[in-house]
């Protein structure tokens, strides 16, 4: 476990040197450095991250080319090819990892005005993505895909969404922030929508139904699963009422910071309004679906995300170096907290130790 707190450490403290005023060109060469170390994890483990088995039994169970096994054709044919190319599960996690750390680091040093801090946030709340399973790729794609959003490129967006469907079906719902991002409602139409969205789940279960309907084939399939066990975790050992809790604190922290902050920040970056729209709809999502089923708030993960770009222009617009202090201060105490949360779950023992091809 130290493992992890000592990373988180050192993060800490690049990221505080980041806040003071690093040269931007020093900034992102250590950020580059974090990256490729992180990337390098990612597939050098062995036996460490959730799903760990399944992953490595359906790699194993491959004999040949296009097998139907259910699972996306992007993941599935680069699975295909470690196995039957080089019969190595590290060459295949190489080959992922090197897509999702692209994408990713590219997304955050394009989005965020404090790319260490962001990626603190991330190595805080899930790892950096280190452990990854086959979403966090397909996140990782949208996440850039943002970049042609705030541009309003409208194909190579389309080409990013149906790219990291290759990867994860869930992805399509990312297709609703193109028109998200653009809305300029005033924050108490939307503080009433998000929390109206608290209430709505009953009509969100119905909606998934149709959806399912109209999908067919493993959508219809995986929804009925997801749906069919409104007490299940998928791994999650707090009982649903305090994930509830846990979640609304965390989204409703950032939701209400951001907004306090928006006139300020929006008039020195126009598209903090269009990240923050996007997370308030990922929160819409997320309130919608934990009480059916807590898997099914995956739906929200491609739109969570923007919460690590949201929390450093917060940081960055306060206005002294006071404030910027105090707030760097408490933002590393929530990080910790949500660190520990994120060790300290029913995941524990696929997390600690860390474990590496050289332990074997």
């Given at each position: 476990?130290?493992?992890?707190?000592?990373?988180?450490?050192?993060?800490?403290?690049?990221?505080?040197?980041?806040?003071?005023?690093?040269?931007?060109?020093?900034?992102?060469?250590?950020?580059?450095?974090?990256?490729?170390?992180?990337?390098?994890?990612?597939?050098?483990?062995?036996?460490?991250?959730?799903?760990?088995?399944?992953?490595?039994?359906?790699?194993?169970?491959?004999?040949?080319?296009?097998?139907?096994?259910?699972?996306?054709?992007?993941?599935?044919?680069?699975?295909?090819?470690?196995?039957?190319?080089?019969?190595?599960?590290?060459?295949?996690?190489?080959?992922?990892?090197?897509?999702?750390?692209?994408?990713?680091?590219?997304?955050?040093?394009?989005?965020?005005?404090?790319?260490?801090?962001?990626?603190?946030?991330?190595?805080?709340?899930?790892?950096?993505?280190?452990?990854?399973?086959?979403?966090?790729?397909?996140?990782?794609?949208?996440?850039?895909?943002?970049?042609?959003?705030?541009?309003?490129?409208?194909?190579?967006?389309?080409?990013?969404?149906?790219?990291?469907?290759?990867?994860?079906?869930?992805?399509?719902?990312?297709?609703?922030?193109?028109?998200?991002?653009?809305?300029?409602?005033?924050?108490?139409?939307?503080?009433?929508?998000?929390?109206?969205?608290?209430?709505?789940?009953?009509?969100?279960?119905?909606?998934?139904?149709?959806?399912?309907?109209?999908?067919?084939?493993?959508?219809?399939?995986?929804?009925?699963?997801?749906?069919?066990?409104?007490?299940?975790?998928?791994?999650?050992?707090?009982?649903?009422?305090?994930?509830?809790?846990?979640g609304f604190a965390n989204k409703i922290i950032i939701i209400i910071f951001s907004f306090i902050m928006l006139r300020k920040i929006e008039a020195n970056t126009p598209e903090?309004?269009?990240?923050?729209?996007?997370?308030?709809?990922?929160?819409?999502?997320?309130?919608?679906?934990?009480?059916?089923?807590?898997?099914?708030?995956?739906?929200?993960?491609?739109?969570?995300?923007?919460?690590?770009?949201?929390?450093?222009?917060?940081?960055?617009?306060?206005?002294?170096?006071?404030?910027?202090?105090?707030?760097?201060?408490?933002?590393?105490?929530?990080?910790?907290?949500?660190?520990?949360?994120?060790l300290f779950s029913s995941y524990y023992e696929s997390f600690v130790p860390f474990k590496t091809i050289f332990n074997y």
């Amino acid at each position: 476990m130290a493992f992890y707190f000592i990373i988180f450490g050192v993060l800490v403290l690049f990221a505080f040197i980041e806040l003071l005023g690093l040269n931007k060109r020093t900034c992102r060469v250590l950020f580059v450095l974090f990256s490729l170390f992180f990337f390098a994890l990612s597939f050098l483990r062995w036996e460490t991250g959730t799903d760990w088995e399944t992953y490595y039994s359906s790699f194993d169970s491959i004999q040949d080319w296009f097998t139907d096994n259910g699972l996306e054709p992007g993941y599935a044919l680069i699975n295909e090819f470690a196995k039957l190319q080089f019969d190595s599960f590290t060459v295949m996690l190489f080959v992922c990892g090197a897509i999702l750390f692209a994408f990713q680091s590219a997304a955050i040093l394009n989005l965020s005005p404090l790319p260490i801090m962001s990626l603190l946030f991330l190595w805080s709340t899930q790892a950096a993505n280190v452990l990854f399973v086959r979403q966090w790729i397909a996140c990782a794609i949208l996440f850039y895909s943002v970049k042609y959003i705030v541009s309003r490129r409208f194909l190579p967006f389309i080409f990013l969404v149906v790219l990291a469907t290759m990867f994860h079906r869930t992805a399509l719902i990312f297709l609703f922030s193109w028109w998200f991002y653009k809305i300029r409602w005033k924050p108490w139409i939307l503080y009433a929508i998000l929390l109206g969205s608290i209430g709505c789940s009953s009509f969100a279960a119905l909606l998934m139904e149709h959806l399912g309907t109209i999908a067919g084939g493993i959508v219809q399939y995986k929804l009925e699963v997801y749906m069919g066990d409104s007490s299940n975790t998928f791994g999650q050992a707090s009982s649903l009422a305090f994930t509830i809790i846990k979640g609304f604190a965390n989204k409703i922290i950032i939701i209400i910071f951001s907004f306090i902050m928006l006139r300020k920040i929006e008039a020195n970056t126009p598209e903090f309004r269009g990240y923050l729209n996007l997370y308030w709809f990922g929160c819409i999502l997320y309130f919608m679906t934990i009480s059916i089923s807590v898997a099914l708030v995956r739906l929200s993960f491609p739109f969570d995300i923007l919460q690590i770009v949201l929390l450093p222009y917060i940081i960055v617009n306060l206005p002294n170096k006071q404030w910027k202090f105090t707030g760097f201060m408490l933002v590393c105490l929530y990080f910790t907290l949500r660190l520990f949360s994120f060790l300290f779950s029913s995941y524990y023992e696929s997390f600690v130790p860390f474990k590496t091809i050289f332990n074997y």
